[in-house]
Each structure stands twice: as structure tokens, then as C-alpha cells.
């Protein structure tokens, strides 16, 4: 089992910044992918970004404004929103999969709001 632990959410003005952080306990396996999904009021669940092995991927509506990093050390990942718009509020979910081996293993956290808003 993995647990994952999000923290940084919170209420930021529109063209402001926030840091989200995700830490994962338990047993970590390797190869692995992390990302972070969003999921908006009345809205599905999407993906914001991912990153596997040092390469990332990003939303079209997130390019140039955020920044997926990983501490493989600490076993968190990071997410660094700036030029926060309104649309980009939601609740952000940390997602923890397996590779390889390991895939089909899939571990998802709590989730931390994001509110942008004047």
C-alpha cells in the first residue's frame, strides 16, 4: 500500500502562485509515474501534468504556468502554479502509479482545494 498526502492548497488571487506538495509513505515500488489531476465544480477529473524518470507532460491549458518536479529522496512531488487564473480552481488530486511491472498499481490521495478568486 502507498499513501499519499497532499498539502498546499488554498485561496490565491488571480495572478498569484501556490506550491502544491504530495508525500508518499508506505511501500514505494519502482519504476513509477506521478501526477497531478484537477477536478472543477460539476467537471471530470483531468490531468494537469505528469512525470516519469524526469520527463513531463503538461496540460495544454497549464503550459508555461505550472511545473511538475519530483524529490525521488523524499518520495514527493511538486507542483508549481503560477499565473493562477480562475479556471484553474478546483480540488487537485495527487496520483502515484506503477510502471513495468508494477503497472495496474494505482494510488490516489485526498486531494487539497485551490480557490481562485478575487
Known amino acids: 500500500q502507498v499513501q499519499l498526502v497532499e498539502s498546499g492548497g488554498g485561496l490565491v488571487q488571480p495572478g498569484g502562485s501556490l506550491r502544491l506538495s504530495c508525500a508518499a509513505s508506505?511501500?514505494?515500488?519502482?519504476?513509477?509515474?506521478w501526477g497531478w489531476y484537477r477536478q472543477a465544480p460539476g467537471k471530470e477529473r483531468e490531468l494537469v501534468a505528469d512525470?516519469?524518470?524526469?520527463?513531463?507532460n503538461y496540460a495544454d491549458s497549464v503550459k508555461g504556468r505550472f511545473t511538475i518536479s519530483r524529490d525521488n529522496a523524499k518520495n514527493t512531488v511538486y507542483l508549481q502554479m503560477n499565473s493562477l487564473k480562475p479556471e484553474d480552481t478546483g480540488v487537485y488530486y495527487c496520483?502515484?502509479?506503477?510502471?513495468?511491472?508494477?503497472?495496474?498499481?494505482?494510488?490516489w490521495g485526498k486531494g487539497t482545494l485551490v480557490t481562485v478568486s478575487r
Open positions: 496520483n502515484f502509479r506503477g510502471l513495468g511491472p508494477f503497472a495496474g498499481m494505482n494510488y
Open positions: 508506505g511501500r514505494i515500488f519502482s519504476p513509477n509515474a
Open positions: 512525470i516519469i524518470s524526469g520527463g513531463s
